[in-house]
């Protein structure tokens, strides 16, 4: 039976349902961006001068760049200068605890399923919650005190732990490494800062939920997560936004720093607000992502499940420095309707007997382009490197695409690095066989598309696997048939 | 950016001075030299080239040709053994035109400078027999430059087996080889390419073929290397049906460099390709396969497979694979693979085991290896011949 | 229970079923046997709903329901189930939660409490003592990387946890060893009841030394041309199927 329109209009309207619009009055600095604005956000975050040189700097730099057009994405030429830069809903003093923090800004993140308040948070996960450029607060911060592990916003971090930030800040990630990190060192607004110091397994999940908000401004988060000798912690994010016809900028930088058998487990669940059926709005993420294993036997472990964005453009990425160290790359990238996704990951073998491994599942519906990049390094100071890559993509339908770019490049005789890639469509003889048995359509899509993404949602922490799971559902919906 | 190759181009050294080949020249003058920023260029740098200034060599002498043979030295014809083609089989030579070119800076030289070329002509029905031969050689001397066009075109059901071989020359010399292939309903062609082992040769090959419904391609490929040895390898199978099977190996020592650029697109419904390629670098060598495979909107039933395996026998010795799958359609089965490894130690402990010592053991295994990407082609080809005498060569791999 | 008409059935307009007509009661079992082509697997696949199958004429009735009008999910709820000849991978969908999603879904389409996974666990369990099947059975993915064996054993282990009311064998003795056949029919065996009718699809009359059928039906170019007992099976094996398409044309002489 064919829906109506409305009908058909109405189910999309319910396909993504963090699109709502949060009515706050906010702090907005006119679009732009010269080096009188990259000062004014430096002052509006009180930071010390050398952050404010830091960020100059980058933004110097970043003018001589042109913007990267080595990926497989149609992108319309993007406006820098109609972009606003800093977006902050207005709080008259800087709250000093959650109870202090804005009833509508609490309710939002209520509302988006990431309770803030004291009774009714998350119960073994710390939340960071920043809405457009601030951080509205941190859960949990006194547990964490106890065990000596610092998780706050990255403003506070500056403030409170200068030492720390400027020891590590753009060590992993360069302002010159590519465009839009260098857009972000300019102009990067808040996010998280995670500090574990030895020996210390975090006792809970650390998350931060990213909420873009305002209208025409960017998103510029950072975060810093460093893990000294021995210590532990698995950080998980997850991002929405509302529904607007226009598109929005989104340009992140993630740095890990893992030292001598620190272990760090970075999972994202990207689900902004994808465009409509048309490609009419939608979130541009442009996102640069790296973690170092700089210790011996230290592991960075990355899982993502992207299923948001008009545009995905991100490689979080290992530099595999201490000796037996591990990077891990676990991904499932969803393109539907008219959403483009480039990503992929860097595996950079510098250290003796390193190894990698990458796992990522692509799934191309509708019209969506699809495209895993990936490059897998060894150096010749990496004897007995391994890495193994399997790549696979699933097509569902005649009008998408799914495209596989990996870069091998050896030069070490004792390595070994083996990739796979294979492509599939969702068979009739697969979905006849689960209706033979009582299934109906809609479920046997689900039930296969989960079974191709078992091995990366087998990474996430559990809550996490149910969201992604059902994420992929409802972003499947109409997929087929 | 302009190189001084370019800029030492001179209109006094155009075999015929004619406006085409002077337009040509001109372009060549101020066409962007390849640099590894380019992505096709990423792994292979012609740097050094650039810095050259080789001269188109006189015309040769003639000399005695093989049996079913062309032989063209520094860009000329200088021997042929043309007697017995079969009716319906035409093989001339002449400059060939250039089917559908790059534009790009080695395209333009071979329109200012190429004189001559093999045009292989099977009609329809007929089917040309043994192997036909173009030899191609290089003299020693100053740093020399020629170019070839060549031409084949089978009727439909036609089938010839050709060799395009490169004998390693001597001395120093830029030389390009253009080749362009069009293959009617079901024309079969089986394609043998051998590079032999050049370390002053700056050789390009670059092969375009063009299937029709149910044709076939085979093509085996050997390339020893060369400064550099770059086989540009363009295939469309445009017809519903079309199939290619390719099988190529490097075997690669010194400071030699082997690039394959391999742009196969599935155009049609029903086609099948499958590409098997082993990379053995040694010593200072550098091994490049970029295999692009393009799965077109309405290919339906595409059936893609792979496989490139590379082996390094030295920590100075690189290898870059770049196995790339791109697809429009979603009735496909598509597969790559690609991996870089060592020498299977159990069956290296086997082999010794029953007497072989290590060396032999090892210089048997990568043999093998190697053998492996032209298994399981019908026919007799000249290539595992070859490949065992350039593997026996490269005691050190 | 199942109640087949005058049916004709053309794929890509070429006819194959051209006026079968069948009855099965609960606890009978029919074997179908015929050359290759006659249109036995075509059956199999109109019954359970297969796309690209045309039915030009007749009807199939199930109780009191048209079987056709049904899609493929609604026929298994109503009690049907499909053995297929050649069972479907699906990588990395768990065995168990397939069939927990199936007997659910079958469950919830007739109005009848869900399972919870251990209650189901529990029902699994005891199929598979039954069966005398191992235990990983459950655990794998759905037929994925199972031998020729083990896809039919795992066709049968569906069907005793599904409990049809019909249930349809198409060539499920196919490529199956001697071993693997006597387990298979041992299953089927284990399943007969009163209340459950079987129509096993085969070509050769081996799996019939196992399972002795109620009823043996000759189908040869679209049509029932024998029924018989179970003797007719060995009449068959004796004299191959040209001897029944000689005693035809000599009947209608």
Known sequence: MAATPQQIADRLGQRYSAGFVTDIESDVVPPGLDEDVVRLISAKKGEPDWLTQWRLQAFRHWLTLPMPEWAKLDIAPIDFQAVSYYAAPNQKNRPKSLDEVDPKLLETFDKLGVPLHERARLAGVAVDAVFDSVSVGTTFRKELAEVGVIFCSFSEAVREHPELVRKYLGTVVPHTDNFFAALNSAVFSDGSFVFIPRGVRCPMELSTYFRINARDTGQFERTLIVAEDDSQVSYLEGCTAPMRDENQLHAAVVELVALDRAQIKYSTVQNWYPGDENGVGGIYNFVTKRGACRGVRSKISWTQVETGSAITWKYPSCVLLGEESVGEFYSVALTHHRQQADTGTKMIHLGRNTRSKIVAKGISAGRGQQTYRGLVKVQPTAAGARNHTQCDSLLIGKQCGAHTFPYIEVRHPDAVVEHEATTSKISEDQLFYCRARGIGEEDAVSMIVDGFCREVFRELPMEFAVEAKRLLEVSLEGAVG | ?397 | ?253
């Open chain 3, 1 to 253: 229970m199942l109640t087949i008409d005058d049916l004709h059935v053309s794929v890509a307009g070429k006819a194959i079923l051209k006026g079968l007509d069948l009855v099965v009661q609960p606890g009978e079992v029919h074997a179908i046997m015929g050359p290759n082509g006659a249109g036995k697997s075509t059956l199999a696949a109109v019954l359970a709903g297969r796309e690209g199958y045309e039915v030009t004429a007749g009807s199939v009735r199930f109780h009191d329901a048209d079987l056709l009008a049904l899609a493929p999910e609604e026929r298994a709820a109503a009690g049907v189930f499909l053995a297929f000849q050649y069972p479907v991978e699906i990588p990395g969908v768990n065995n168990t939660y397939f069939l927990r999603a199936a007997y659910n879904a079958q469950r919830k389409a007739r109005g009848e409490p869900e399972l919870d996974s251990v209650q189901f666990l529990r029902r699994v369990r005891e199929k598979l003592k039954i069966l005398s099947l191992p235990e990983d059975l459950l655990h794998r993915g759905v037929n994925s990387g199972f031998s020729g064996g083990e896809k039919k054993r795992n066709e049968i282990f569906q069907m005793a946890v599904l409990e049809p009311a019909l249930a349809v064998l198409d060539e499920t003795d196919s490529g199956l060893d001697i071993d693997a056949l006597r387990q298979v029919a041992e299953g089927v065996n284990s399943l007969r009841s009163a209340q459950r009718g079987f129509v096993l699809i085969t070509h050769y009359q081996r799996l019939l030394d196992y399972v002795v059928p109620d009823f043996v039906h000759v189908l040869a170019d679209g049509r029932i041309v024998e029924s018989g007992g179970p003797g007719l099976a060995g009449e068959l094996e004796a004299h191959g199927y040209a001897w029944v398409a000689d005693r035809k044309v000599g009947g209608a002489a």
């Open chain 2, 1 to 397: 950016m302009t190189t001084p190759l370019q800029q030492a181009l001179d209109v006094a050294d155009l075999p015929v001075d004619e406006p085409a080949r002077r337009r040509a020249l001109a372009d060549a003058r101020v066409a962007p030299w390849p640099e590894r920023r380019l992505e096709a260029w990423r792994y292979t740098s012609l740097h050094a080239l650039g810095q050259r200034a080789p001269r188109p060599a006189a015309p040769p002498a003639a000399e005695p040709a093989p049996p079913r043979s062309v032989v063209f030295r520094d860009g000329h014809r200088t021997g042929a053994g043309l007697d017995g083609l079969a009716a319906g089989v035409r093989l001339t030579t002449g400059v060939a035109a250039p089917a559908t070119a790059q534009g790009d800076v080695f395209d333009h030289l071979s329109a200012a400078f190429a004189v001559d070329g093999a045009t292989l002509r099977v009609d329809a029905g007929t089917d040309a027999g043994d192997w036909l031969a173009l030899l191609h050689r290089s003299g020693v001397g100053a740093d020399r430059s020629w170019h070839l066009r060549h031409r084949i075109v089978l009727g439909s059901g036609a089938r010839a087996r050709v060799l395009l071989d490169c004998e390693g020359a001597r001395g120093p010399a830029l030389a390009t080889v253009d080749t362009a292939i069009e293959l009617a309903a079901g024309a079969e062609l089986d394609l043998a390419c051998v590079n032999a082992p050049a370390e002053a040769l700056s050789l390009l090959l670059r092969n375009r073929v063009r299937l029709a419904a149910g044709a076939r391609l085979r093509l085996q490929a050997l390339d020893g290397g060369a400064a550099p040895s770059r086989h540009e390898l363009t295939i469309d199978l445009a017809g519903a049906g079309a199939s290619a099977q390719l099988g190529g190996a490097f075997v690669l020592a010194g400071r030699r460099h082997a690039d394959l650029q391999l742009r196969l697109r599935h155009l049609a419904p029903g086609c099948t390709s499958t590409t098997a390629w082993r990379a053995l670098a040694d010593e200072r060598a550098r091994a490049v396969f970029d295999g692009h495979i393009l799965v077109a909107a309405g290919a339906d039933g595409t059936d893609a497979r792979l496989e490139c395996k590379s082996l390094l026998g030295s920590a100075q010795a690189e290898v870059d694979a770049k196995p790339v799958l791109e697809i429009h359609a979603d009735d496909v089965r598509c597969a790559h693979g690609a991996t870089v490894g060592q020498l299977d130690p159990a069956a290296l402990f086997y082999l010794r085991s029953r007497g072989i010592p290590a060396d032999a053991a090892r210089a048997i295994l990568v043999r093998a290896f190697a053998a492996e990407a032209l298994a399981g082609f019908a026919g007799d080809w000249p290539l595992p011949a070859r490949l065992a005498a350039l593997a026996g060569l490269e005691e050190a791999v």
